[in-house]
């Protein structure tokens, strides 16, 4: 029974408002009209494409047969044009649901009866949770709340997110966006991500279609006058085997996501949305992508007129469509398209391909089924509930890490540290902390706020926003802190200095933070906690070295409820288990690495990037983090101290024999053939607080086997596991040669070292004998 229905069957007319408000609410059918195959349009309902019990790739020729040259040129691009002589809608492919859904793309608005949507944290603090299970569970919170905005009229069903390149030099403004700087935990965070954004609905449907963005060796954006759509990236095949390329793998491979974005950036001297070797041999022919890919916006434009990599626009359309591209992002392809296939340039056959892969996703996604589906009751109701609400919280809880503690001056104390000075340019922010391609938040709780429900406080900013330009509020914030029981300082960056299109020159605190820093640690009576919120690294060696800070928290962008976070974990309400994602290098490093040099392995006076390959000094190291609590590793059961690689023929064995390289080419190996290696890790808390712990297994391999390999060891496995004070938890990892003890050769090949492979688990050490089976 429709909801007008059951309104007219009411009498009274308190109920009858009362039935068509919860109606208007709760119903996506009276909301959204619908994009195409509308039961009720007898025109449509009869035509082939609307049929949902013929296969899908059926129904996608059908259509294509359908549309003229023209309508199908004006479907190539992001806001794509209605035929409404099929009753098909206009469509808009453009949202972003980076860490929640956000407004930044066209295709998603807040307003009315949807004001906002759950403001996870930013990208680089819920990586440095850990936690695999966390990920895709934010992923099905955010797809949730989009599907009922979808429902609502307010948005659509294809987001273009999540971000999964590599944080490579700790400069890069759009850092906070990604899962860090090691290629297994992005590539982990895309599989798992992806997974909660599209669902798990079988058949190939897709809860809404997430996309990997931006392929690739794409991570710098205006530094000493280069920029994005200039830049030449270098990479040699090493490099994109084991780092660039590895998350976007995972992504088609093991998120089976529904897109790939390629970059605005140019690779070895060709822009890569329009590399067929990139596009259509890599993501769609090896990788077998059930998708579409799609343009960084503008990326066609820009390869054309600024780039200059064609003579015509006419030539620069047909190169992007003939190198694989789907959709252009942008108005360029809806203009110059049809003038390349007047000349020559493109054949209609070629649209047809790149519209097949973007109808396919449009129906995977049910939009040509008219109101049927699993996900047409979502509504407004069913965004920023309690629970989603909570999953915000803990999320900031899970990715906040304690760097120092000195003396364990924290949690504090209820009855010791009544009054609490709360100080810093950061210290009562909200958008702040939410970061970059954020919407609009169900609600903020800002860290003077969280503190505030623990403590009396005394607040100062210090310093008028995070550039910090002048002195004159220092003398209030000492006076604050004189006068509490303990100051917490909340510093650091917001996307003033960090952001798409800015990176930054150094990596210290901006303006005069520094100094407030030290002045209010010298006037303090109480210990001193410094909170820092950024996306990259931040150079704090005279915090970390400084008796009177007592204590350190990254807290990266902690979403909405961030401040709540942060005053649980100082408080103890929580305790801090997150581990930092990327490497804190000092300032002196960026002095020697130009942000142009892409490559990761050290040489000369290079000194190489991430901690796979740079051995210099750090402020704080990768996956560093401390908690309230202790714990301890070791092994429950005796592993295996060799294991023997199946080859898989006669001239492989032959090879290995008369070799120098003392390694075996994965291809050449038997995989499947022979078991992996179980890793049984106890962990015991031997403190007194329970605790969550993040267990890295890393690989070393064997020196001097493989040329130019400069690895140093490189994570190959991490697990979180919950363990009660005083209580042990078991974490089982299955290490697999070739999945995990394989490295990558000069030419991008990626080889199996034979000899001794040195597994690090915490401060446990266990070799690994590793031999061909002839």
Same mark, same amino acid.
């Given at each position: 029974m429709s909801c007008n229905n059951k309104a007219l069957l009411i009498g009274n007319k308190v109920v009858v408002i009362l039935v068509f408000l919860l109606c208007l609410v709760h119903s996506s059918e009276s909301l959204r009209p619908l994009f195409a195959c509308d039961p009720a349009n007898g025109l449509t309902r009869t035509l082939r494409f609307c049929r949902v019990n013929i296969p899908i790739h059926v129904r996608v020729q059908d259509l294509i047969g359908r549309l003229t040259l023209q309508e199908k040129i004006r479907n190539l691009v992001n806001n794509a044009a209605a035929v409404p002589r099929l009753g098909i809608g206009g469509y808009e492919w453009w949202s972003e649901a980076l860490h929640g859904v956000s407004d930044v793309g066209p295709g998603s608005k807040f307003g009315g009866a949807f004001p906002g949507a759950t403001s996870f944290p930013q990208v680089i603090t819920t990586a440095a949770s850990f936690n695999q299970s966390l990920w895709?569970?934010?992923? #099905?919170? =955010?797809?949730?709340?989009?599907?009922?905005?979808?429902? /609502?009229? *307010?948005? &659509?069903?294809?987001?273009?997110?999540?971000? !999964?390149?590599?944080?490579?030099?700790?400069?890069?403004? #759009?850092?906070?966006?990604?899962?860090?700087?090691?290629?297994?935990?992005?590539?982990?965070?895309?599989?798992?991500? !992806?997974? &909660?954004?599209?669902?798990?609905?079988?058949?190939?449907?897709?809860?809404?279609?997430?996309?990997?963005?931006?392929?690739?060796?794409?991570?710098?954006?205006?530094?000493? &006058?280069?920029? #994005?759509?200039?830049?030449?990236?270098?990479?040699? %095949?090493?490099?994109?085997?084991?780092?660039? $390329? =590895?998350?976007?793998?995972?992504?088609?491979?093991?998120?089976?996501?529904?897109? *790939?974005?390629?970059?605005? $950036?140019?690779?070895?001297?060709?822009p890569t949305c329009a590399d067929e070797n990139l596009l259509k041999n890599t993501i769609r022919g090896q990788w077998?992508?059930?998708?579409?890919?799609?343009?960084?916006?503008?990326?066609?434009?820009?390869?054309?007129?600024?780039?200059?990599?064609?003579?015509?626009?006419?030539e620069a359309a047909a190169a992007s469509i003939k190198a694989g591209l789907d959709l252009d992002c942008g108005p360029f392809l809806a203009i110059f398209t049809e003038g390349a296939v007047k000349k020559g340039l493109l054949t209609e056959n070629d649209i047809n391909l790149a519209l097949a892969n973007t109808l396919t996703v %449009?129906?995977?996604?049910?939009?040509?089924? /008219?109101?049927? &589906?699993?996900?047409?009751?979502?509504?407004?109701?069913?965004?920023?509930?309690?629970?989603?609400?909570?999953? @915000?919280?803990?999320?900031?809880?899970?990715?906040?890490?304690?760097?120092?503690?000195?003396?364990?001056?924290?949690?504090?104390?209820?009855?010791?540290?009544?009054?609490?000075?709360?100080?810093?340019?950061?210290?009562?922010?909200?958008?702040?902390?939410?970061? $970059?391609?954020?919407?609009?938040?169900?609600?903020?709780?800002?860290?003077?706020?969280?503190?505030?429900?623990? @403590?009396?406080?005394?607040? %100062?900013?210090?310093?008028? /926003? !995070?550039?910090?330009?002048?002195?004159?509020?220092?003398?209030?914030?000492?006076?604050?802190?004189?006068?509490?029981?303990?100051? !917490?300082?909340?510093m650091g960056l917001d996307q003033s200095i960090e952001a798409e299109t800015r990176d930054r020159t150094g990596l210290l605190l901006p303006g005069y933070q520094q100094d407030l820093v030290t002045r209010v640690a010298q006037a303090s009576r109480g210990p001193v906690i410094l909170v820092l919120m950024s996306g990259g690294p931040i150079d704090v060696t005279f915090a970390k070295n400084d008796p009177r800070v007592a204590a350190i928290i990254w807290a990266g962008y902690p979403g909405q409820a961030g401040g709540a976070a942060i005053a649980n974990i100082i408080f103890g309400a929580a305790n801090p288990g997150g581990k930092l994602p990327m490497t804190w290098y000092p300032q002196d490093y960026v002095a020697k690495v130009p942000m142009t040099v892409m490559a990761m392995r050290a040489s000369?006076?290079?000194?190489?990037?991430?901690?796979?390959?740079?051995? /210099?000094? *750090?402020?704080?190291?990768?996956?560093?983090?401390?908690?309230?609590?202790?714990?301890?590793?070791?092994?429950?059961?005796?592993?295996?101290?060799?294991?023997?690689?199946?080859l898989s023929n006669l001239n492989s064995a032959n090879a290995i024999l008369n070799s120098t390289s003392h390694s075996i080419k994965v291809s050449h190996t038997n995989c499947n053939s022979f078991p992996k290696m179980p890793l049984h890790v106890e962990v015991s808390n031997t403190g007194v607080f329970d605790g969550t712990h993040t267990v890295f297994v890393f690989a070393e391999p064997p020196k001097n086997r493989i040329k130019g390999l400069g690895v140093n060891k490189q994570l190959i496995a991490f697990e979180k596991v919950h363990v009660m004070a005083g209580a042990k938890q078991t974490v089982r990892v299955d290490v697999d040669a070739c999945k995990h003890l394989g490295v990558v050769d000069e030419y991008g090949k990626r080889r199996i070292p034979m000899g001794e492979h040195l597994l690090h688990i915490g401060d446990l050490k266990h070799t690994i004998l590793v031999q061909p089976q002839l």
């Amino acid at each position: 029974m429709s909801c007008n229905n059951k309104a007219l069957l009411i009498g009274n007319k308190v109920v009858v408002i009362l039935v068509f408000l919860l109606c208007l609410v709760h119903s996506s059918e009276s909301l959204r009209p619908l994009f195409a195959c509308d039961p009720a349009n007898g025109l449509t309902r009869t035509l082939r494409f609307c049929r949902v019990n013929i296969p899908i790739h059926v129904r996608v020729q059908d259509l294509i047969g359908r549309l003229t040259l023209q309508e199908k040129i004006r479907n190539l691009v992001n806001n794509a044009a209605a035929v409404p002589r099929l009753g098909i809608g206009g469509y808009e492919w453009w949202s972003e649901a980076l860490h929640g859904v956000s407004d930044v793309g066209p295709g998603s608005k807040f307003g009315g009866a949807f004001p906002g949507a759950t403001s996870f944290p930013q990208v680089i603090t819920t990586a440095a949770s850990f936690n695999q299970s966390l990920w895709e569970e934010i992923g #099905r919170v =955010v797809s949730d709340e989009a599907r009922a905005m979808y429902n /609502g009229g *307010v948005a &659509g069903l294809t987001y273009w997110s999540p971000n !999964v390149n590599i944080l490579r030099d700790p400069r890069w403004g #759009r850092g906070q966006e990604t899962p860090g700087e090691d290629p297994i935990v992005a590539a982990k965070y895309a599989a798992s991500y !992806v997974r &909660g954004l599209q669902g798990t609905a079988a058949g190939n449907r897709l809860k809404v279609a997430a996309c990997c963005k931006h392929y690739t060796a794409y991570d710098l954006d205006n530094w000493n &006058g280069v920029d #994005r759509f200039h830049f030449n990236a270098k990479v040699t %095949q090493q490099d994109l085997e084991d780092t660039y $390329n =590895v998350p976007f793998k995972s992504c088609v491979y093991e998120g089976k996501v529904a897109s *790939v974005m390629c970059s605005y $950036n140019q690779v070895n001297g060709k822009p890569t949305c329009a590399d067929e070797n990139l596009l259509k041999n890599t993501i769609r022919g090896q990788w077998r992508l059930n998708g579409y890919i799609v343009s960084d916006c503008d990326s066609v434009d820009v390869f054309f007129n600024q780039q200059h990599y064609t003579s015509t626009p006419e030539e620069a359309a047909a190169a992007s469509i003939k190198a694989g591209l789907d959709l252009d992002c942008g108005p360029f392809l809806a203009i110059f398209t049809e003038g390349a296939v007047k000349k020559g340039l493109l054949t209609e056959n070629d649209i047809n391909l790149a519209l097949a892969n973007t109808l396919t996703v %449009q129906m995977r996604l049910g939009m040509f089924d /008219g109101n049927l &589906g699993p996900y047409a009751n979502l509504g407004p109701r069913d965004v920023c509930t309690p629970a989603h609400k909570h999953l @915000a919280l803990e999320a900031a809880h899970q990715g906040i890490v304690l760097l120092k503690n000195s003396g364990r001056s924290l949690p504090l104390s209820l009855r010791r540290h009544r009054t609490v000075a709360v100080i810093g340019p950061n210290s009562d922010v909200t958008e702040t902390m939410i970061g $970059n391609y954020a919407g609009k938040a169900c609600a903020y709780t800002t860290p003077l706020q969280g503190i505030s429900r623990y @403590a009396r406080t005394l607040h %100062q900013a210090g310093c008028a /926003g !995070v550039a910090c330009k002048g002195n004159q509020g220092f003398g209030a914030a000492e006076a604050a802190a004189r006068e509490a029981d303990a100051t !917490v300082l909340v510093m650091g960056l917001d996307q003033s200095i960090e952001a798409e299109t800015r990176d930054r020159t150094g990596l210290l605190l901006p303006g005069y933070q520094q100094d407030l820093v030290t002045r209010v640690a010298q006037a303090s009576r109480g210990p001193v906690i410094l909170v820092l919120m950024s996306g990259g690294p931040i150079d704090v060696t005279f915090a970390k070295n400084d008796p009177r800070v007592a204590a350190i928290i990254w807290a990266g962008y902690p979403g909405q409820a961030g401040g709540a976070a942060i005053a649980n974990i100082i408080f103890g309400a929580a305790n801090p288990g997150g581990k930092l994602p990327m490497t804190w290098y000092p300032q002196d490093y960026v002095a020697k690495v130009p942000m142009t040099v892409m490559a990761m392995r050290a040489s000369g006076n290079y000194p190489g990037r991430t901690y796979r390959f740079y051995k /210099g000094p *750090v402020v704080f190291p990768f996956g560093f983090g401390l908690s309230y609590t202790t714990f301890t590793h070791s092994l429950a059961k005796s592993p295996l101290a060799q294991l023997s690689v199946s080859l898989s023929n006669l001239n492989s064995a032959n090879a290995i024999l008369n070799s120098t390289s003392h390694s075996i080419k994965v291809s050449h190996t038997n995989c499947n053939s022979f078991p992996k290696m179980p890793l049984h890790v106890e962990v015991s808390n031997t403190g007194v607080f329970d605790g969550t712990h993040t267990v890295f297994v890393f690989a070393e391999p064997p020196k001097n086997r493989i040329k130019g390999l400069g690895v140093n060891k490189q994570l190959i496995a991490f697990e979180k596991v919950h363990v009660m004070a005083g209580a042990k938890q078991t974490v089982r990892v299955d290490v697999d040669a070739c999945k995990h003890l394989g490295v990558v050769d000069e030419y991008g090949k990626r080889r199996i070292p034979m000899g001794e492979h040195l597994l690090h688990i915490g401060d446990l050490k266990h070799t690994i004998l590793v031999q061909p089976q002839l």
